[in-house]
């Protein structure tokens, strides 16, 4: 368990802190409640665990033969939160029908262009991963633990939207809290692309 500790504190401090999927739960919970939240927060998981996956048994080694691919992909993880801060800027009220939340799958998706989940996953498969033991058990074990320590630090930040929709019944409020949001994400589309 102490071989866990540092891998675990990772997990933690990665998910818990804000970035483009957690500023993306806070304006769900927000605007949609945790029904709405939910499908984001599996979504979230679902895509990352995968990519943990996939970097921890040998995709890594892509990025290194081809930094194209990495340079690529930031600049279309960074273009995709350009849109979502859009998005986000633009919904309105739960109960208005006029915006949808974010899908389980856009939501999965999204990670493959998340410059964060992207980081995340690619220390966790060359800092973590145990060294002499099955890659493949190693590889689940490193991308569950992932799992198991960001689904309730995802589940914190929709709670804190919920926890705010009060505040956001006036119009004007929510207006006010979906383009500050819209902007953060932005902003870290912008520094994505340096």
Known sequence: MTDLLPLMSYC?????TPGP???????TGANFGYRGALP?????????FVQTM???????????????????LRIAGALYLMFLAWK??????????AQKAVSFAQAALFQALNPKSWLKAITMASVFMPAHSNMLASALLVSV????????????WALFGISIRSVLKAPRNQRIFNLVMGAILLVL??????
């Open 12 to 16: 933690f401090v990665m998910s818990a």
């Open 21 to 27: 999927n957690n500023v993306m739960l806070a304006t």
């Open 40 to 48: 984001v927060i599996l979504g979230i998981q679902a895509g990352i």
């Open 54 to 72: 996939l970097m921890c048994v040998g995709l890594g080694s892509v990025f290194v033969a081809y930094p194209m691919a990495q340079q690529v």
């Open 88 to 97: 986000l800027a633009g919904a309105s009220v739960a109960g208005s029908g």
């Open 145 to 156: 633990i992932g799992t198991v320590v960001g689904m309730p630090c995802n589940a914190m």
């Open 189 to 194: 589309a912008v520094t994505f692309l340096r």
